[in-house]
């Protein structure tokens, strides 16, 4: 079956250090792949997107991420975090034209001061 | 301000009732959707509708139902027929021909 995953589901960084997030989905094709962003009881925001060309996309809020074919991952990258880069973090992927979003679990990114 | 209104932001309801969420957006956007959203689960999708005047049952459509009678506004029911409908509601909505969707505020719905 066609799934997204998301191996971690809690990861805690300390202010300052770097992030990666991990993703990685089960389609043969390219897909597009995103990152949102959800904070406590709220919707979710679009952190980045990859539809084609450049495998590394810059997002919002200092975040990128990098498609890798091989590994078939799109892990989610940032240099430096935030205490307010507390959130949960989902990966979707659209592996198909019919426009319908698969979602990965999320991963809940806890921040230490 | 463009965006996409979900209201109330919390509801209550007694088992045994139908409760509608209301969803509506500004974005002059095509397609609109539902999503559940329970702890480590991810979002699913409930129905979707790509069109005023139609829609699709998504992966967890039982005990749902929707309408789309205008271009702004997907309305929710959750019927008695829904088993465990205490869950974090969120709309969205998203040009037609493109993937990328936003997002509404959501909607917590206890069953008391």
Same mark, same amino acid.
């Given at each position: 079956?066609?799934? &997204? ?13 770097? @992030? ?12 597009? @792949?995103?990152?949102? &962003? ?7 925001? @679009?952190?980045?997107?990859? #539809?084609?060309?450049?495998? @590394? &996309? ?15 991952? #799109? ?5 430096? &975090? ?32 | %301000? ?5 209201? *109330? ?29 329970? *702890? ?13 005047? %139609? ?29 465990? *409908? ?18 509404? *505020? ?7």
């Amino acid at each position: 079956a066609q799934s &997204v995953t998301q191996p971690d589901i809690h990861i805690t960084v300390s202010e300052g250090a770097s @992030l990666e997030l991990r993703c990685n989905y089960s389609y043969g094709a390219t897909p597009y @792949l995103f990152w949102y &962003v959800q904070s406590p009881g709220q919707g979710l925001q @679009l952190l980045l997107k990859y #539809f084609s060309g450049d495998t @590394l &996309v810059q997002g919002i809020k200092g975040f990128e991420a990098e498609f890798k074919r091989s590994q078939s991952s #799109f892990n989610l990258r940032k240099p430096s &975090v935030h205490w307010s880069d507390a959130a949960e973090y989902f990966c979707a992927v659209v592996p198909d034209s019919n426009y319908q979003l698969i979602w990965g679990a999320g991963t809940k990114l806890i921040i230490k001061p | %301000d463009g965006g996409i209104t979900q209201s *109330p932001k919390y509801l209550f309801r007694k088992e045994g009732q139908n409760v509608t969420l209301s969803c509506e957006q500004n974005l002059n956007h095509d397609a609109m959707y539902w999503y559940r959203q329970d *702890p480590g689960q991810g979002l699913r999708l409930i129905y979707y509708s790509q069109i005023v005047n %139609d829609f699709q049952k998504g992966d967890i459509a039982e005990g749902y139902s929707v309408s789309r009678e205008k271009k702004e506004s997907f309305p929710l029911t959750v019927t008695s027929a829904q088993k465990n *409908p205490t869950a974090f509601y969120l709309c969205a909505s998203s040009m037609p021909g493109t993937d990328t969707q936003y997002f509404g *505020p959501g909607t917590r719905l206890t069953v008391l």
